[in-house]
């Protein structure tokens, strides 16, 4: 039971490159989500796909996309990374009514230098 | 949009008291209020949620208490263990946007 998978865990980038941090999940659901988490700043939503087909900014969508490519994949990417894009990101995924638990995955650790 | 503050940032107990950590909300569209447990290089677990039309959950050793009035919602963790020693993280559902907003976390140490 695999559940919320990202690739890759550990990532460093040069300033100025570009990078797509990949999310699956295994468990049919409606919701997924990107967060990125710094240090006494708790989990910052950056983009969510409230259903397949569609995508909306979170608190922090500066600097990143997203593609929902289907009900199971949703995808972040970083077109010219800055080190202010240092940080851990996390996906998430959820059946999408309130009450449904929201699922993590295990985190990516992204080094901009 | 939805504001979750979060207090204290970080927490230290005895093992085998109690350790409160205390949330609000500012969206009173927010109907939902899980918290998360997260261990160092882990993603965030759910360890108990509690939904708007509820005071107050209980399991095992852990509690929710909820008060939709003053916006505001609570974790109570009695008997602390030393297996208890984590960050916490409260959470809101905002409904309508279909997003969960978190609090900045706690993060709890256990003494023995």
């Known amino acids: 039971n695999a559940g919320v998978t990202q690739t890759p865990k550990f990532q460093v980038l040069k300033t100025g490159q570009s990078m797509t941090l990949q999310c699956a999940q295994d468990?049919?659901?409606?919701?997924m989500y990107w967060y990125r988490q710094d240090p006494g700043m708790g989990l910052r939503l950056i983009y969510y796909?409230?259903?397949?087909?569609?995508?909306d900014k979170g608190e922090v969508p500066n600097g990143y996309n997203v593609s929902r490519l289907n009900k199971r994949e949703f995808s972040l990417r970083l077109e010219s990374a800055a080190p202010s894009q240092t940080s851990v990101y996390f996906c998430?995924?959820?059946?999408?009514?309130?009450?449904?638990?929201?699922?993590f995955g295990e985190g990516s650790w992204l080094t901009v230098v | 949009g939805e504001n979750v503050e979060q207090h204290p940032s970080t927490l230290s107990v005895q093992e085998g008291d109690s350790a409160v950590i205390k949330c609000t909300y500012s969206?009173?569209?927010?109907?939902?209020f899980p918290w998360y447990k997260q261990e160092l290089g882990k993603g965030p677990q759910l360890i108990i949620d509690i939904r708007s039309n509820v005071g107050e959950k209980k399991d095992q050793r852990i509690a929710v208490t909820l008060n939709k009035t003053a916006k505001h919602f609570s974790l109570h963790i009695t008997e602390t263990q030393p297996e208890d020693s984590a960050v916490y993280f409260c959470?809101?559902?905002?409904?309508?946007?279909?997003?969960?907003?978190f609090g900045q976390g706690t993060r709890l140490t256990i003494n023995p």
């Open positions: 796909s409230a259903s397949e087909g569609t995508t």
């Open positions: 969206d009173s569209a927010s109907n939902y």
């Open positions: 998430a995924s959820t059946l999408s009514a309130p009450g449904n638990t929201i699922y």
């Open positions: 468990m049919n659901h409606n919701s």
């Open positions: 959470a809101a559902f905002v409904q309508g946007a279909q997003k969960l907003v």
